[in-house]
Every structure is written in C-alpha cells, then in structure tokens.
C-alpha cells in the first residue's frame, strides 16, 4: 500500500573533465525552471549531446557514453517528456564517467539505473515570508567499484542531510521557519550488504562551492516488525563536519498501520553537537492518508527545540500536507500549509504563524531497475 503518492526517501583527471559531466547535468536542472527554452531546443541542442569525458580516455569517448545511455524519444512532443528524457540521460552518463575512476570497463546496463528527484517550489509565512527552494538528489551506480558502494549529488539542506535529520517527503524544508540554506553536496557513500535488521552505513562528501566544508558520517540502524501493522526503525549517527565538528544523532521513527490507507508514524529526533545548545530536538506525530495510487494527505503535529537556549521550545505546531501525481505517473503537486507558534526570546509573544507552500517534483531514471539490481546483488552474496 502506498501511504504517500510518490514517496517510497583515474584519479590524475584534469578538471575540465570533471567540470562537463556535472554542468550537462546542472543545465538539465536549469531547464526545468524554463519551458520556453526546452520548446525552443531542437534534439541537436539537448544538454545530453555535450560533452562528457571519462577518466583517462579521450574526449571523443563521451558521445559512445552518451548514446548508450540513450533512454528514449527526444523528440517526443511534450517538453516536460523531453525534459525528464534529458536529466535520465545525463544522470546516467554522470554514472558512466564517475564509474571510470574504479576501472576501464562500461556497464551501461548498471549505469541506465541512476535514478534521482528535482523540485521547484516555495514556502511563504507571515514571519520569514518568501522562502524559494531548488532542490534535486541523484544515487549514482558504481558497478566497477565495491557493490556496497554508491555516489550522491544533490541540493539538500546540508544542516538535516549530514546530522540525519531528514523527512521522507522532501520537496520542501520539512518544517517552517528553518533557517539554514540548501547547498551543493557531493559524497561518496558505503552501506552494508546485509541490509535485514541491523546494518551499518558510512559516507563523506563535500559542500561543492568555496569555502569547502567536508563531512564524516557514519550509520547505525536497525527495523525491527512487532507485528504485521507495527513497524519500528531505530538511527544512530556519529558525524564530522568542518564548520560544526563533531556530534551525534539519535532517531526513532514507530510506524502503525490503523487500517488500510491509513498510517500513523512518530518520529523523535535528538542532535547535540559542538555547536547546539544543548540537545537539538523535535518529535513529530503523523496521519498519512491514503485516497487512492495518486493522491494522499498527511496531517502533522511538532515539537521544536533546544535544551540549554533561554527558550527550550523554539517552535510546535500543526500542517497539512496534500500530494498528487499530475499528468505523468512520475510528476507531482505538494500543497502545503500549517499554523505554527514560534518563539526564540524570553520577552518575545508567541503569536500564531500562518503558512502555504507549493512545489513541483519529478522523479527520473529507472527506479525499478535500481532496486532489480539491488535484488540480484543480495542473491548473489547469499549464495
């Protein structure tokens, strides 16, 4: 049962190399934001057909790299088709020439697997008024390296990302009022093969704009079923970042199946870290509604806070989430809105803050190939 639609969560290189895989990719991005200029493009302009050298090899290597990972029609006649065509395309050539750096082989069936999410949207209220957001995340396929190894480039709210603070559905800031800014990360991720009751997951990247800002984060989880409504998933994250040092993070998310279509999840988050005051907190008690494959609600009470700040409440209040699919079973529309009472001075009246959001999000690549192939690994390490 879907509870909410679309929501399932050579090293001697030169520069220039590095530089052309990511701007194919970023301009796809870019283009989103601009129907006009996709309609305008003919399949001879798409952002697909530049240039992306691999590792070691000859510039002329990338058109190969590019129409292996051919994915489809470019001319199909819908921009937003085209659209999605390109950033699967380009996403897997990103995969094709990060790959090159673990060997000289091509896996284009493991590499048309990348998979990934962009959105557009805002969040408005009464106190921060305009909050404009572009957000996209991409699970690059590393065959030729480790099997227990993947690549991500995404921009994310680096604040919730690197402490594992972040929500399932995340098309927009999961609470209003955060203050933090997203940011450009690019890591390089371990998880364990065994990922049945407990395993461990490691990564590291880096902020991609200067000053860089490095990260460590290391992953203790574990999904244990009481029953078959009952669920629970316990987190334990140690991490290193430069601009904060180190911390951890505690997470617990009790999921219960009322009846079908309907799920209650609460969520418990505690963070203390060099830089907090204190425990960093908030818990979260949620309705997931399910109306049917395309649309969903979600109705959201939270709590918000800092143990040692001369307000330990920073925030509670109540939202409203609605999500459908539009037009395409790989398109959606998430309507927000919420009333919150944040508070941050003694002295300061807690007054209601009300809010509305809206954000489109599309999801490409090949999902459902990505998850074949993770099924076909764990066969093989049991045998």
């Known amino acids: 049962m879907t509870y909410f639609a679309g929501v399932t969560r050579g090293p001697n290189t030169p ?3 590095f530089v052309s895989p990511m701007a194919s990719l970023a301009g796809s991005l870019l283009l989103l934001c601009s129907p006009g200029a996709v309609e305008a493009a003919t399949p001879d302009e798409a952002p697909s057909q530049q240039t992306v050298p691999e590792p070691g090899e000859a510039a002329g290597s990338a058109d190969e790299a590019v129409d292996q ?9 819908a921009w937003v088709d085209r659209m999605r065509l390109r950033l699967s395309q380009a996403a897997c050539a990103s995969s094709a020439w990060f790959d090159g750096f673990f060997g000289t082989e091509r896996r284009y069936e493991d590499y048309r697997a990348t998979y990934g999410s962009v959105s557009l949207g805002t969040l408005w209220d009464e106190r921060d008024g305009f909050d404009p957001r572009l957000r996209f995340r991409i699970r690059l396929q590393l065959p030729q390296a ?6 991500f480039i995404g921009r994310v709210d680096r604040e919730e990302f690197v402490t594992g603070r972040e929500e399932e559905f995340d098309a927009l800031p999961s609470r209003f009022g955060q203050e933090d800014e997203d940011e450009l990360l690019l890591g390089l991720g371990w998880s364990s093969p065994d990922r049945r009751g407990s395993w461990f997951d490691s990564d590291v990247g880096v902020k991609i704009a200067l000053p860089l800002d490095p990260y460590v984060r290391g992953s203790w989880k574990l999904v244990h079923d009481f029953s078959k409504s009952t669920l629970l ?7 290193w970042r430069n601009t904060e040092g180190f911390g951890v993070t505690s997470r617990a998310d009790l999921d219960y199946v009322l009846e079908p279509g309907l799920l209650s999840r609460w969520t418990a988050v505690a963070t203390y870290s060099e830089e907090s005051l ?15 494959e395309i649309r969903a609600f979600a109705y959201q009470v939270s709590y918000s806070g800092e143990t040692d700040r001369e307000v330990p409440i920073k925030d509670w209040g109540v939202q409203l989430i609605y ?4 037009s395409r079973e790989w398109l959606f529309v998430e309507l927000r809105s919420s009333v919150t009472w944040p508070k941050d001075e003694p002295q300061e009246p807690r007054e209601p803050n009300w809010g509305v959001g809206i954000a489109i999000e599309m999801l490409f690549g090949d999902r459902l190939r990505a998850r074949q192939l993770e099924r076909l690994q764990e066969i093989e390490e049991t045998r």
């Open 233 to 239: 998933r316990l987190r334990e994250s140690a991490f």
């Open 69 to 77: 990972c051919d994915v489809g029609n470019l001319a199909d006649p």
């Open 146 to 151: 480790d099997e227990r190894l993947n690549a």
């Open 278 to 292: 204190g425990v960093d907190w908030y818990t979260t008690l949620t309705l997931f509604q399910s109306i049917d």
């Open 323 to 326: 999500r459908q699919r539009i």
């Open 15 to 17: 520069l220039p190399t």
